[in-house]
């Protein structure tokens, strides 16, 4: 057996780092394409700063493949705590950007804690669900196990980051799902956020009821957000089967498309390098959430297995959200596309994500208890 | 226990919802691909379409820019029509070409218009030219098939009722700089307040501008408006001054430099404010060339600064009257309190003169002031110490911005011992306490500063901030703008009554030296003051009269009237006029007159 052979690359899971690095290696091209200038034929700092973000993406991820994930769920509350200090802290003293407060500024670098809350979050959804067994789970358990959720849903939502909040709640949701839930149960938290949808529409600020109104219907604001999906769709739909080429979007190069190397990369992709090029980034992105769940199967300690389902959920959600915005099937929320979208938080907390599910990979020939 | 190995039996439940979880994924990912499929392949030909000459565009509507009317809702400031020629580079054939065809039918300058076109936006159209006569716009008009690519708008410049009579108060238009566009909502081209009202209201005067979402056809002319966010216009301003008085002023200033402002007691208003020499606001419509605005940059007598609040002149004798009333609620004097004036005071090795060179003799308060004798304000000073002095002037708001709500008001200063030690490392001489108080030395004050002084005293201790806007509208409603209350002075009745009955008979007695602003049946309280430009042995040697305009001194008057139920502060100020006694006293006299036949006060 290999049990006591501390780390076995033999186990070393290629195929999840080689595609995590050409997910990263897509968004340098997009990213490089949306802020490239065609008058003065150079594209903005962003893709080369968002190189040294891969590059420090690699380490951590080789850092948490190396690390037993083991380690990092005995604290998992002690980062949770950790990640909701900082949350706390970025709503009272963060900096002010796009009319929601969600960086902290250290040194050079905008720092924004609820894209590595991520982290903590799915180590916490790991120790919440390691009672996984036949049983679904009735009102009680769902409420009590819920309590986590309450705090840093409430912190990011008031900052307000409706859009990174949707996905602390869609992972646990996902989760929930994945663990069973009764069937009354199921119906009656049905029926709840029924009722708790309208109570939290008059929470929500001007523009963000403006972002749900005009994705209900478009040509309420056509001059603003409605304006923006319409120069989406036109982008994508105009790039055809195999798109305009390279540095050829034009709908894209436009001032039309707030956020492209963020928000809307998925437009850009699609603009210039069509169907094809967008069906490309939809199989890698399936190919990664497959290799993920296979790793879960695979795992042999129910941690482990759990992590790698909530790995795979957030994944799969920003990615679809992200993607389904641009298409103009869903509002415009500010959730970026992993791995493709320009920033190094969530770049950061992507490949440490995918680290923790390598080492899970690492590990899994090791008796439950060994660390 | 954390960290278990499921047995088979729960494994198996777990593969089983795991390949649950990847149908479920691998449908989601379906309906995007669908949705992909129906874009880019079904839908293909039509946003092709779309996008070729994007064909959807956004095109601002100009919002109307507020007007500007008088105390009297006399419309000083409107807008009128005015044609821009505009090109969208992405619709021209040929970009250098069109300009060159321009430049011989307008006088473009090529150059600047190919930067200007260069630092636009795909399909943001760039300002080529303001102000297209009527004949330039139907010749284009006719040809337009011969300019692929060119637009033109109407948009509106400001039209001034008269163009000199308050340049300084409504200020000027300009061209948006590359910050208002990038952060402020302006889009490149726009015009923006650059001075005056049109700076400090310009926020309420621009309005909001709509938005009309276009479909254009090939050569990105309107093909069909697809939906429109109407414009809001700007706020009307309703300033408190007074056109026919600015008229007047400006008239009685034609020639000469300086400074008049008329000040409403009562409500804080500002009727008048003059400052000659003055600028045509007409030159800066639809623009101001580069010339031009070098030849008004450039000129010795600085006609684009606003000498009611930038300018800076020591105060001369108009500072005794803060003088008597310091000596009088500090009970250091009263007004039958004498000092010996032979001509001159000796303190220390230094010899101070009064300006009658020959004595007052033994003279009271009021005759120090109605005959305005140095020597006993010096004596006074003296009395009072620099401390006291400078406290006083900081509470009836010298030194310090009075707040109007105009652009680049200046502070003056006022000095005390503190200050000195800052910005000269000594400590106060008493010889400066003694030119201080006959407002000589190291103060600065703006005439504004002068009459919310006088305005003070007057109101019953009130330093409050003066204004030229009277009300602005807000969803048609007029809003008046509120009073700002800045300070409190304690001021006796009997002390206030005592300096006004001296300052009416510094204008109306036989020795006045303000005897120049004396109205037919109004009673006129005022002070003159000359502040020195040149120390005095420098102009001796001149005859009286024979002095060369730019070393002779500034003249002030500042007054009061109805003396017996004070109602207006009317401040004057004349660079290099002489003595306060001469010209500042008569404009004084002419103003208050013009304000007689306007009705703001009756003749008994």
């Known amino acids: 057996m290999l049990i006591g052979n501390k780390y076995n690359f033999r186990h070393f899971d290629i195929t999840l780092f080689i595609l995590t690095i050409l997910l990263m290696c897509t968004g340098v091209f997009v990213i490089y394409s949306a802020s490239y200038n065609h008058k003065t034929g150079v594209s903005e700092y962003y893709y080369m700063k968002q190189i040294y973000w891969i590059i420090a993406g690699l380490f951590t991820f080789l850092f948490f493949s190396l690390l037993n994930y083991k380690r990092l769920v005995n604290f998992a509350y002690l980062f949770y705590l950790l990640g909701v200090i900082l949350l706390l802290f970025v709503l009272i003293k963060g900096q002010i950007g796009m009319g929601a407060q969600r960086w902290i500024n250290i040194a050079d670098f905008r720092l924004q804690p609820s894209e590595f809350f991520k982290i903590a979050w799915i180590l916490v959804i790991a120790v919440q669900f390691s009672d996984f067994d036949c049983n679904k789970l009735g009102f009680v358990q769902i409420l009590k196990k819920s309590s986590v959720l309450v705090i840093p849903f409430i912190l990011i939502f008031l900052q307000p980051d409706l859009g990174t909040a949707t996905i602390f709640l869609a992972t646990w949701a996902i989760a929930l799902l994945f663990r069973g839930i009764k069937k009354i149960t199921f119906i009656l938290l049905l029926v709840i956020s029924l009722i708790a949808v309208p109570s939290i529409w008059f929470q929500l600020k001007d523009y963000q009821k403006d972002r749900v109104l005009t994705f209900l219907n478009p040509e309420k604001d056509p001059f603003g957000a409605g304006y923006h999906i319409i120069q989406s769709k036109i982008a994508i739909g105009s790039g055809g089967f195999f798109g305009k080429g390279f540095l050829s979007g034009t709908q894209s190069h436009l001032n039309f498309l707030p956020e492209k190397h963020t928000d809307f990369v998925f437009s850009v992709l699609n603009e210039e390098f069509g169907f094809f090029g967008g069906m490309l980034l939809i199989l890698l992105f399936f190919t990664l959430l497959i290799r993920i769940l296979q790793i879960a199967s695979i795992a042999r300690e129910i941690t482990g297995q759990m992590i790698c389902i909530a790995v795979a959920s957030i994944c799969f959600f920003q990615f679809f959200v992200n993607a389904a915005m641009t298409v103009g099937m869903m509002p415009v929320v500010g959730i970026p596309m992993p791995f493709i979208s320009y920033g190094g938080s969530s770049l950061i907390t992507f490949t440490s994500m995918l680290g923790i599910v390598n080492s899970i990979a690492l590990n899994r020939f090791k008796n439950p208890g060994d660390l | ?604």
């Not at chain 2, 200007?116 to 337009?144: C, K, N, T, W």
């Not at chain 2, 303190?347 to 003279?363: D, E, L, P, Q």
């Not at chain 2, 406290?391 to 709500?405: C, H, M, P, V």
Request: charged residues 25%.
């Open chain 2, 1 to 604: 226990m954390l960290f278990r190995i499921l047995n088979n039996l729960t494994l198996e439940h777990f593969l089983k919802k795991t390949n649950f979880y990847i149908v479920i994924v691998a449908m989601f990912f379906l309906i995007l691909i669908v949705r992909l499929v129906y874009l880019e392949i079904f839908a293909y030909e039509k946003y092709k379409l779309l996008s070729e000459n994007n064909r959807i565009r956004i095109v601002d509507i100009k919002a109307d820019r507020g007007l500007i009317k008088d105390r009297n809702s006399k419309n000083i400031v409107v807008n009128a029509p005015n044609y821009n020629l505009y090109v969208i580079k992405e619709d021209s054939v040929d970009i250098d070409v069109l300009l060159q065809d321009l430049s011989s039918v307008i006088k473009l300058n090529v150059s600047a218009a190919q930067k200007r076109v260069d630092g636009m936006f795909i399909y943001e159209p760039a300002l080529l030219y303001r102000g297209l006569s009527f004949q330039e716009v139907s010749f284009l008009f006719e040809h337009i098939n011969d300019f692929p690519g060119i637009k033109i708008e109407v948009d509106t410049v400001r039209c001034y009722l008269d163009g000199e009579v308050y340049s300084h108060v409504v200020g000027y238009m300009g061209e948006v700089l590359v910050e208002d566009v990038l952060g402020g909502g302006y889009a490149a081209g726009d015009l923006k307040g650059q001075n005056g009202i049109e700076k400090v209201y310009e926020d309420k005067l621009r309005g909001q501008n709509g938005a009309r979402q276009v479909e254009v056809n090939n050569f990105g002319l309107l093909n069909k408006i697809l939906s429109e966010k109407p414009s809001i216009s700007g706020e009307t301003i309703q300033l408190s001054i007074d056109f026919d008085l600015q008229s007047f002023a400006h008239n009685l200033m034609k020639g000469k430099k300086g400074a008049i402002v008329v000040l409403d007691i009562r409500t804080n208003e500002v009727i008048l404010l003059y400052s000659g020499p003055t600028y045509d606001l007409n030159s800066f419509i639809p623009y101001i060339s580069n010339e031009e605005w070098e030849k008004l940059a450039n000129n010795g007598d600085n006609p684009l600064m606003n000498r009611v609040i930038e300018g800076g002149y020591p105060p001369g004798s108009v500072f005794k009257v803060l003088m008597a009333l310091a000596g009088l609620q500090e009970g250091k004097i009263t007004p039958e309190k004498t000092f010996y004036c032979n001509g001159s005071m000796t303190y220390g090795s230094f010899k101070y003169k009064c300006w009658k060179k020959y004595g007052h003799g033994k003279i009271d308060l009021r005759r120090a002031l109605v005959e305005s004798c140095d020597v006993y304000f010096y004596d006074l000073g003296l009395l009072l110490g620099i401390d006291l002095i400078s406290s006083y002037a900081t509470k009836l708001g010298f030194g310090q911005i009075t707040g109007i709500d105009l652009p680049n008001e200046k502070a003056g200063l006022f000095p005390s011992r503190k200050w000195k030690k800052k910005a000269y490392k000594l400590s106060w001489y008493p010889g400066e306490t003694i030119i201080t108080s006959i407002g000589q030395g190291y103060i600065i004050t703006t005439p504004l500063q002068v009459a919310v002084f006088f305005s003070t005293i007057f109101n019953g201790g009130n330093l409050y901030q003066p204004k030229v806007v009277k009300s602005y509208t807000q969803n048609g409603e007029y809003i008046s703008l509120q009073d700002k209350l800045i300070d409190t002075v304690e001021i006796s009745d009997r002390n206030r009554d005592f300096l006004l009955s001296a300052m009416s008979d510094a204008v109306n007695s036989l020795h006045g030296t303000g005897f120049r602003a004396r109205v037919k049946n109004i009673l006129v309280g005022g002070k003159t003051g000359t502040s020195q430009v040149v120390s005095l042995d420098k102009v001796e040697k001149y005859e009286d009269g024979k002095i060369p305009e730019k070393l002779r001194d500034h003249s002030w008057f500042a007054s009061v009237f109805p003396a017996d139920n004070p109602r207006y502060v009317l401040v004057t100020m004349i660079e290099h006029g002489g003595s306060g006694g001469r010209s500042a006293s008569s404009i004084t006299g002419a103003i208050v007159n013009k304000m007689v036949d306007l009705g703001y006060v009756n003749r008994k």
